[in-house]
């Protein structure tokens, strides 16, 4: 009788030895899936880094040389109003010399502030490059990171992934 219960006992064993090998490779295949899933979105997130990198400069490119018109329009604006009421003021009064004098470094300042403002605009572009740059390095050491931890678990999945391995381990 304790032959027949040791029996009942090893089939048991076994039984649920088996259940669990094939538990185990089920999820081991699973998580293998799901890694090489995951490897394909990194995969992709690195082809368009420079894509997007290189939109994120277009757009900061395109935001300095728009600002940068509208401020040359600004002052082209300005510089224009102001000679011609200099016109006006010197056909009208005989001190044309001092007036002229006057204006021309008034324009002269008009230049100097924009010139000023454009190297402003040209560090600030620098920096916003820079910027760029450096976010697109660590985007890709990010996504290069977690490329390496999912292959490590593809390995260790693949180790695990069938019914064999599993019972025999």
């Known amino acids: 009788m304790s032959?027949?219960?040791?029996?009942?006992?090893?089939?048991?064993t076994a039984t649920s030895m088996i259940g669990g090998a094939r538990r185990g490779s089920k999820q081991s295949r699973l998580q293998k899936a799901s890694a090489n899933r995951q490897l394909g979105h990194i995969n992709q997130a690195l082809g368009e880094l420079d894509t997007l990198a290189g939109q994120k400069s277009d757009i900061a490119q395109s935001d300095y040389t728009g600002s940068l018109t509208a401020e040359a329009k600004t002052v082209g604006r300005a510089k224009t109003k102001m000679l011609a009421q200099g016109e006006d003021a010197m056909t009208s009064f005989a001190f044309s010399g001092d007036a002229h004098d006057t204006l021309s470094q008034a324009t002269?300042?008009?230049?100097?502030?924009?010139?000023?403002?454009?190297r402003q605009k040209e560090i600030e572009l620098d920096k916003t490059?820079?910027?760029?740059?450096?976010?697109?390095?660590?985007?890709?050491s990010?996504?290069?990171?977690?490329?390496?931890v999912l292959n490590e678990q593809i390995k260790v999945?693949?180790?695990?992934?069938?019914f064999w391995e599993n019972i025999f381990g």
């Open 3 to 12: 032959v027949v219960v040791a029996a009942i006992g090893v089939g048991l």
């Open 108 to 118: 002269d300042e008009m230049d100097y502030t924009f010139d000023e403002s454009k």
């Open 129 to 140: 490059l820079s910027a760029i740059d450096e976010w697109k390095g660590s985007e890709a």
């Open 142 to 148: 990010r996504l290069n990171s977690e490329k390496d």
């Open 157 to 162: 999945a693949s180790t695990t992934d069938s």
